[in-house]
């Protein structure tokens, strides 16, 4: 699959690979197990409690409104990821390098609907599988895609790293780390691992950005050196594992 370029707020050139039609299909198929789980479980409520005879077109409105506004929820609460796409492992992203705004989210959803309703989804499959970023219309509209978001797994030992009873940080000032610069240094470490020597000015940028916001002196060792500010970060924010 075709991959994108993506500059980051801290002028860091992350690439990613594109989710294909296949990718958000699987996605797509696995939230609507979950749509049917649930009017399943409508149903079987009517049936005991006749609610919908009783409250007419709003009890239909009420019943309506998770599966109208599921994908909207879930990928403003859920990083950009639906748990079809969760489980699928992609996520929506912004071409602009920052975190996807609601009104972005809001954009694809409504255009989402759309898409359902003309011709079945027939039309976004055609745009996800013709546009250079495999956008469909509410991407195109809201300057979003959706890639391929690694496993947690391989962040694991980097990410939440043990440390032994009375470890003490390296660099205490890894703890002024916002989130998003701590989610940029994972994203970071996890492409230099995947293809090691391929990206070593993306490396150099981010320890770099990191080295000024902790007031760090240049490291030896760059993987080593972003590593052990993630592993403090983890200690000092108590985010480390037991």
């Known amino acids: 699959m075709a991959g994108i370029r993506i500059q980051t707020t801290q002028n860091i050139e992350l690439e990613y690979e594109l989710a294909g039609v296949g990718d958000r299909l699987v996605a797509y198929l696995v939230d609507l197990l979950l749509y049917g789980a649930y009017l399943l479980l409508v149903i079987l409520l009517e049936n005991e409690t006749n609610f919908l005879d ?5 009890a239909i409105l009420l019943y309506s409104m998770p599966i109208l506004t599921y994908q909207l929820l879930c990928e403003v609460l859920m990083n950009g990821q639906s748990l079809g796409k969760r489980v699928r ?4 992203v912004s ?3 920052r975190q996807p705004t609601l009104g972005q989210y809001l954009i694809r959803w409504i255009f989402r609907i759309l898409d359902d309703m003309i011709g079945s989804g027939v039309v976004a499959v055609i745009c996800i599988a013709t546009t250079e970023r495999a956008q469909r219309i509410g991407d195109l509209l809201a300057g979003t895609t959706v890639v391929r978001s690694e496993p947690l797994s391989k962040f694991h030992e980097t990410i939440h790293a043990h440390t032994e009873v009375g470890y003490v940080p390296v660099y205490e000032n890894a703890m002024l780390m916002s989130d998003h610069d701590i989610s940029l240094l994972k994203e970071v470490l996890n492409l230099v691992s995947r293809e090691p ?4 000015a993306i490396l150099r940028k981010a320890v770099e950005k990191t080295r000024k916001i ?3 002196e240049p490291p030896q060792d760059p ?7 993630l592993k403090d970060y983890s200690h000092l924010t108590g985010g480390e594992e037991a």
């Open 54 to 58: 009783r409250m007419g077109g709003w």
């Open 89 to 92: 492992r992609i996520r929506v």
């Open 95 to 97: 071409l602009d390098g």
């Open 197 to 200: 020597g391929r990206h070593e």
């Open 214 to 216: 902790i007031s760090a």
């Open 223 to 229: 993987i080593v050196f972003l590593q052990t500010v």
